[in-house]
Structures are given as structure tokens and as C-alpha cells.
């Protein structure tokens, strides 16, 4: 038997190791050696690659967490200190690179996010604007103030630590460039955000005018129009002028199960364009809106943590005291059902005579205990549980008096400081008209924040009065305790003397029932628990008392929320602002305020995108067997490739000006357009939105292409195995072990490849409604070059030159490989999955025979 030499090994080993799940996902941060992997197991984490002096490398994990729903796509800001995770329930969560703090949460989405990109305002835009050194903001306002710090993933029952929030936008030194976050999901969605927190736009693939999907998808219902359209890439140009967007056209007819596997049902690839005139002519403004509105919603929802965080507390401190009083109420109940002659439904529903405030009334005026109050007081609420209960609740009221004054007052002034100078923007209607920012809306949310601001000082108010209230009754009981039990309620020293009764506090206390919660009023909505409970059972059924209640409450704090968006709209009711509502109502109005503020420059925004017809770029190919082989396309990157010269350069880690980023760039692949046929990676190039060249390299026959991405430089890396994976490798395929392989796009080059050639338009959606081409898709027929992974084997050039020496390769130790391959392009890095549970990382930029050679050169010196 013959055996073939052993291929020379470029790139270089860093790290090889096994993973205890398939991965999902998985990024290079574009500023440090760093990689993010998310596996199906639910878990995400972020490792550092560590060199050390002989050259080598190892892995050191920095952190994971375990979201509470899948991660399906990631990315990076482009700085590299924040990760950005989409999930499959549509949510994007913004992570802390060096501890995996949670550092916002937005439900962007509703179905399973597939794409994120962020992208950085031009350097020309680095200038402070006319209000910066004008704002109050900062000189006279602290940051929010959080309850507790939170560590790791979407974990049930908890929140966000807004105490982290400053590093997305600092309080003290404002951004001076916006960051522009856009999002897909599987149901043709894209969203964006400045600086990943406020929504700056929207547009759904499936609705807007202009692109030509009505030529590709037939009319159907409603509910199987949602998952018409997957978006595979959607990125925003360096000048914010335009959007880039890549979707993938899902056969309905085979589409079956979640959103998440909806890729692998793509028969074909398309890209539109959008023009954003009003982001990239407004981008200023739009950066100092949204720096305000960033600080403005952590001090929103820091506000609403503490107030949940103070009602959780008093809670569990008020339990007791509750608990106390509904055993006396059964102890009362029973003498008067004894009294009565048995007890039946009739006495279940008559009050107590005398009531239980009553009995205490008798107490206090003349020191009359009856036999039932006796009994409670010296044996089930003796004196240590009633000390318990009173250290408890005292506790728990002075602590919430100081959170009301200490952190939630200060977070609701920044609020009303943001909003006073988001109104003195809308107020330069010569560069703010156009942007949306509603001078009236802003109006009603600084008149909410005002609101909050009294509520809070209300509140805090009626902490300490319950305080009060609280320890007077408490002083009652103890004594009366001490009376049952036959002692002096002075004590024997003044060490254990008690204080005198305030009788004005106690009437007070009493007055109002022992039942009633006016703090409790003021921290969560207090609904009627019978009333709500019958009239929620078909929606609750099963559930807890306290679980029903604490829907109930979240329901009244989303209509609070509501009725403030709605005042901000202008369409509040007449008196309402008379009457100062409890703190929870006024925060959650102060929110819908807010939101309706911003909805106007997001829904600006939107409204000006203008769409270009989409372009198709290629169809679903065959694999060997003949299955389907669904289409997959990828950001390129930005850079100046023209004519092939290579003097260019492109990476998304690198910041350019509008010249430098000459062509944006779509790499893609669908297989063979025959069974049996090689595969092909494509590479189309864009300039200033319109798609002006393409260009398309087959890889040997007996090898198929798992995944493609560009690199720098006009490069492509892509990943290959032995057609049919290991299945049909082990049975002696021609095509050897699986590799990577480094695609190089540029003429006149070692390796390189004729170059791009010019599109004729044939890839345009047409009236006739053409469709995408299989592979090689849109690249024309001149730009087809075949490559081959043994010198001398092949004519790179077609023309009868002598070959070019082939691309560079390494094989991997499987004969199957796995999507997704990620490549660091700032760094060279690049990770491979091998198999389901191996993971290779490489650096491009070295190999190792060129290693071994200096080495040896240096021994025989």
C-alpha cells in the first residue's frame, strides 16, 4: 500500500482539550486573547490564553455563568470589556469581561437571537457637544446606588447589579463616540441599540417595503410568516450610514420544531441594504441622548430594585407581627364560636366582638387583659417572641428609612437631572426636531420623576412612623406581659425598666387596624387576596397565595407603568397629578414616562431607514449523499481591496475612517451544486451598500466545507472535512483528515487567486422573481478558481501556468469537524471544534515548521 507523505503543518498548536458539551457558540475578543464558548449544556465562559516564555500557550477560564436560556450567538464591544450574549428566548445580556457581572438585560427579541454586532461611531465624531461641559449630571449628582452585587447569568429571583452599570456609559466622562449594538433573530427582526442599552430602532424584514420578499414568499398565515426569514449576519457600517443585513429564506413546508432550528431549513441566502441618513447625520445628538437615557434607566430600574429589595425585607419582618395576629384572631374566633354554641359558616363571616383592636384598646386605658389576650400573651406570644418580633420589625423599618434616603432619593435626582437635560436638548429644535425627542413627553416624565421624588420622601416618612407606632404598641405588650406574670412592669433596676406608654401612638397604631400595612402600601400593590385570588384562578390555577399576590402586584406596577407612558403621550386624566400616589405607583409610572420619551427617537430612527432591493446571493447546495445542504453567510468585515492590490487591510477589531472602508464584504457557502461536485466558499464585495464584485474558490474533490469566515487582508478561513464527516472518512475517502485551511483572495500573491470580478446584476431580485442561484451563487463563472491541498496537483490559475503552491493548511486530529469556526483576526487566533467535544485553538500568523526550522538552524550554530 502506498502511503502518502505527511502533509506540512502551518499554523501553530496553542491549545488542545476536551469539552464536557457540544458548543453553541463561541468569539474572539477583538482586543485581548480571549474566548467566550457557550456549550448546550446552558453554559457560558470566557477564557484567557496564557504564553509563557517557551512559546507556548494554556488556557486559564476567567469565569462562567449558567443563563437561564440557551446562548445562541455572541460578540463583543469593540473596546473588547463587554460581551454581548443573545439567548434563545430573544434576550441580549451584556456581561463584565473580567468578572461576568450582568451589566444590563434587554428582551429585545421574541424568538431566539441569531446575530450581533456592535459597531463605533467614525473618530470624527470624538467632540463633546455644546451641552457636555454644561451638564449638571455629573457635578451634581451621584450614580445609582445598587442593593446587592449579582455574579453570573439570568439566575431566577434576582437582579441586575446596576452598581456595574457606569462601565457601559460613565457617569463622570460621557462617551465621546456612539456605539451602535444590531441584533437579528430567526423571525426577521433586527434591532438597535445605543450602547447596548437604549433602543435606537427597528425594522422587520417581513413587513418593510422595497426588498422584493414578496417575489420569494408566498402568502401564508400569520403563524408561519414568523419564521419566514432567519437573519444570519446584520452589521452597521463605520460611518453609521447604513446597515448591512443577511438573511436566510426558510422552507416553510419542512420547517418544523423551535426557532433555534430554523437555520438548518435555510434553501436560501440573500442581503439588504439599508440607508440610515438621520443615525449617521445625527450621531452626536443621538450619542447624548442616549448617554442620558442610559444613566437614566440605571437609576430607573435601580430605583426599582430597591423598593423591591425594601418590600422583600419588610416582608419577612412583618410576617411574624402577621402571624402573631392571625393566631389571636383564631383564639377570639374560637371563644366566641364556644360563646355562640359551635361553630358554623354564619360566625365564620361575623366580626369579632370585641375586635382584637378593642381588647388592646381596654389595655391601654385600663389595663384589662381578658382570658383570650391572657392566654396569647403568656404562652403563644411570650415574651422572647414578642422581643423577636419587635427587634425584627424595627430593624427592618429603620433600614429601609435609610435606603429610602440614603440610595433611592439620590437615584430619583439623577432621573429628574437626565430628564431636565434631555428637555433642554428637545428644546434645540434646530438639530433635535428631527431625532424624535418629544419636548411634551419630556414635560410629563420631569413632572413623574417629581412625583417619585415626593413619594420617596413620603415613604421614608412613614418608615419611621411605623417605627414609632411598632415600638410603642410593643412596650404595651411587654408590660401587660410582665403584669400576667407578676412582675413589676418597672423591673427590679432601671437596667431592665421598660418605658413609659405613649398612649397618643398606641390610639394611632391601633386606630388603624392591626391588620393594615401602610408602609407595605407604599413599597408593592396591595389587592384584595380573596377577590383576586377567584377572579385570577383561570390564569393562576395551582399557585400560592403569595405567589398570586405577587402577580397581582406586578400586574397593577405594568398598568402604573402604562398610565405614565400614557401621561407622557398626553393623554393623562384630569386630577390625577393632584393626589401623590405610593412610591411603587410613582416609580412604575416615571418608567412608562421614560420609555415613551425614547420611543420617539427609536421610532425616528426606523422610520428612515431606506431599503435597497435585496440581492441573492446563493441557494442550498448538496452535500456527497445528495442531502440539502442549507446555505450559511457571515460578515466580512470592512477594508480597501481594489483590484486585488492587497495594500489594504480589514478587521472589525480596527477603527477606520469612510475612505479606508472602501468594501464591506459577505463570506458564504452551500456546499456542491451536484452530488458528488466540490464544494465552493464565496466571497461577495460590497461598496457604499451596492454590491459590485464577487468571487468563488472550489476546494478538492472529496472534501466538503463545514464553515467559512473571513480573516484579513481579503483572506478566508475555512473549515474542512472528508465528504460525509467520519462516516464515510473511515471507510477509506480520498480526502483525509479534516483541516483549516487558509483561503488567500488576492491576486499576485503566494496562494492567492485571481481576484474578484465584477458582477453583472445577475444576482438581483427581479419582477419575475427570480431565485438565488445555487453555488457557486452570485460569483460569476470567470471568478471561479479550484485549489489543492498537495503541491503540484492542480492549476490554481486555469489558464495552463505553472500552479501556485497551495494554501496553507493544517490537519486536525478527527476526520469530523463542527460548526461554528471563530477566528480572531486582531490577534490571529483562531478556535476549531473537532468532533462534539474537542476544541483547537491556532495561531494563524505562525507555523510551526517555520519554528522548527529557526530552531534547528540555531543548533547547528
Not at 457571515?634 to 472589525?652: A, I, K, Q, V
Not at 464553515?707 to 464527516?725: F, I, N
Not at 501556468?801 to 486536525?812: G, S
Request: glycine share 10%.
Amino acid at each position: 500500500m502506498a502511503s502518502h507523505p505527511t502533509p506540512k503543518q502551518h499554523f501553530t498548536l496553542l491549545h488542545d482539550k476536551n469539552m464536557l458539551a457540544p458548543a453553541s457558540a463561541c468569539s474572539w475578543c477583538p482586543s485581548m486573547d480571549l474566548l467566550a464558548l457557550a456549550t448546550t449544556d446552558g453554559q457560558l465562559s470566557l477564557s484567557r490564553l496564557e504564553w509563557n516564555k517557551q512559546g507556548g500557550a494554556r488556557e486559564n477560564r476567567l469565569w462562567s455563568v449558567n443563563p437561564d436560556s440557551h446562548v445562541t450567538a455572541l460578540g463583543w464591544r469593540p473596546d473588547g470589556k463587554v460581551l454581548v450574549s443573545g439567548h434563545a428566548d430573544g434576550t441580549v445580556v451584556l456581561h463584565h469581561v473580567e468578572d461576568g457581572h450582568v451589566l444590563h438585560v434587554s428582551k429585545t427579541h421574541t424568538v431566539a437571537v441569531t446575530s450581533l454586532h456592535w459597531q463605533c461611531a467614525p473618530e470624527s465624531d470624538a467632540v463633546r457637544s455644546a451641552f457636555a461641559n454644561q451638564s449638571a449630571a455629573a457635578r451634581f449628582t451621584l450614580p445609582p446606588k445598587s442593593a446587592a452585587a449579582r455574579v453570573g447569568g439570568l439566575d431566577a429571583g434576582t437582579s441586575v447589579s446596576f452598581a456595574q452599570s457606569s462601565t457601559l456609559v460613565d457617569h463622570f466622562d460621557p462617551p465621546t463616540r456612539l456605539t451602535v449594538l444590531v441584533s437579528g433573530d430567526a423571525a426577521g427582526k433586527i434591532a438597535l441599540s445605543a450602547f447596548g442599552v437604549t433602543p435606537l430602532g427597528e425594522a422587520d424584514l417581513t413587513t418593510v417595503p422595497g426588498i422584493g420578499l414578496e417575489n420569494l414568499l408566498p402568502a401564508s398565515d400569520a403563524e408561519a410568516q414568523v419564521l419566514k426569514i432567519v437573519i444570519q449576519h446584520a452589521t452597521a457600517s463605520p460611518d453609521l450610514s447604513r446597515v448591512l443585513v443577511g438573511f436566510g429564506v426558510v422552507d416553510t413546508s419542512e420547517a418544523s420544531g423551535g426557532s433555534e432550528d430554523m437555520a438548518s431549513k435555510i434553501t436560501s441566502s440573500h442581503v439588504a441594504v439599508a440607508h440610515v441618513p438621520l443615525l449617521a447625520a445625527r450621531s452626536r445628538e443621538l450619542r447624548d441622548v442616549a448617554a442620558h437615557a442610559a444613566a437614566l434607566a440605571a437609576a430607573n430600574e435601580a430605583t426599582r430594585e430597591l423598593v423591591t429589595t425594601c418590600c422583600a425585607s419588610w416582608k419577612k419582618a412583618r410576617s411574624g407581627f402577621s402571624k402573631a395576629v392571625a393566631t389571636l384572631a383564631k383564639r377570639a374566633r374560637e371563644e366566641q364560636d364556644a360563646e355562640g354554641g359551635g361553630m358554623n359558616d354564619a360566625t365564620l363571616t361575623e366580626p369579632l366582638n370585641p375586635s382584637l383592636e378593642d381588647r388592646f384598646v381596654s389595655l391601654l386605658a385600663v389595663g384589662d387583659v381578658d382570658a383570650v389576650l391572657e392566654q396569647f400573651l403568656a404562652h403563644e406570644f411570650d415574651a422572647s417572641a414578642a422581643r423577636r418580633v419587635a427587634r425584627s420589625v424595627d430593624a427592618a423599618a429603620n433600614e429601609i428609612h435609610h435606603t429610602l434616603v440614603e440610595k433611592v432619593g439620590p437615584a430619583v435626582e439623577t432621573a429628574m437631572v437626565r430628564l431636565a437635560e434631555l428637555r433642554a436638548y428637545s428644546r434645540w429644535r434646530e438639530r433635535m426636531q428631527i431625532t424624535g425627542l418629544s419636548e411634551q413627553a419630556l414635560d410629563a416624565a420631569v413632572v413623574s420623576s417629581e412625583r417619585v421624588s415626593l413619594s420617596c420622601a413620603a415613604a421614608a416618612r412613614i418608615a419611621t412612623e411605623t417605627a414609632s407606632k411598632f415600638r410603642a404598641f410593643f412596650v404595651l405588650v411587654a408590660r401587660a406581659q410582665r403584669c400576667i406574670a407578676g412582675e413589676s412592669p418597672e423591673g427590679n433596676d432601671e437596667q431592665n425598666a421598660l418605658p413609659a406608654v405613649s398612649p397618643a401612638l398606641c390610639r394611632a397604631f391601633l386606630h388603624q387596624g392591626l391588620d393594615a400595612d401602610e408602609l407595605g402600601a407604599q413599597l408593592e400593590a396591595v389587592t384584595n387576596g380573596s377577590a383576586a385570588g377567584k377572579e385570577n384562578d383561570a390564569f393562576c390555577g395551582g399557585i400560592s397565595d403569595d405567589e398570586r399576590a405577587g402577580l397581582a402586584a406586578s400586574r397593577e406596577s405594568f398598568l402604573a407603568s402604562v398610565r405614565g407612558a400614557a401621561a407622557a403621550a398626553g393623554f393623562a386624566e384630569a386630577g390625577e397629578d393632584k393626589i401623590l400616589p405610593p412610591l411603587w405607583r410613582a416609580a412604575a409610572e416615571l418608567r412608562g414616562a421614560c420609555a415613551t420619551v425614547l420611543e420617539g427617537p427609536a421610532r425616528a430612527v426606523s422610520q428612515s431607514f431606506e431599503w435597497r432591493r435585496a440581492f441573492a446571493v446563493v441557494s442550498a447546495g448538496v452535500d456527497a449523499s445528495g442531502a440539502c445542504v442549507a446555505p450559511k453567510a457571515s460578515h466580512g468585515g470592512f477594508g480597501n481591496w481594489d483590484g486585488g492590490s492587497g495594500d489594504g487591510d480589514d478587521d472589525e477589531g480596527e477603527t477606520y475612517s469612510k475612505s479606508d472602508s472602501k468594501y464591506e464584504t459577505v463570506c458564504f457557502h452551500a456546499g456542491a451544486s451536484t452530488p458528488g461536485g466540490q464544494h465552493v466558499v464565496g466571497v461577495l464585495g460590497f461598496h457604499n451598500g451596492v454590491p459590485e464584485k464577487a468571487l468563488a474558490v472550489e476546494v478538492p474533490a472529496g472534501q466538503e466545507v463545514v464553515d467559512a469566515v473571513a480573516y484579513t487582508k481579503g483572506r478566508v478561513l475555512a473549515l474542512c472535512q472528508p465528504a460525509g464527516g467520519a462516516t464515510f472518512g473511515a471507510n477509506g475517502a480520498a480526502g483525509g483528515p479534516a483541516s483549516v485551511v487558509m483561503l488567500d483572495t488576492e491576486s499576485g500573491r503566494g496562494g492567492g487567486f485571481g481576484g474578484f470580478v465584477a458582477l453583472e446584476g445577475q444576482g438581483t431580485l427581479q419582477a419575475s422573481g427570480r431565485a438565488a442561484p445555487p453555488p457557486p451563487g452570485c460569483a460569476p463563472a470567470s471568478s471561479i478558481v479550484s485549489v489543492s491541498f498537495q503541491p503540484g496537483d492542480a492549476d490554481a490559475t486555469g489558464d495552463g501556468a505553472a500552479p501556485e503552491r497551495p494554501p496553507r493548511r493544517r490537519t486536525l486530529p478527527g476526520l469530523e469537524a463542527t460548526a461554528p469556526l471563530a477566528v480572531g483576526t486582531r490577534k490571529g487566533l483562531a478556535a476549531v471544534l473537532v468532533g462534539t467535544r474537542r476544541i483547537v485553538l491556532l495561531d494563524l500568523e505562525e507555523d510551526e515548521s517555520d519554528e522548527d526550522e529557526s530552531d534547528e538552524d540555531e543548533d547547528g550554530e
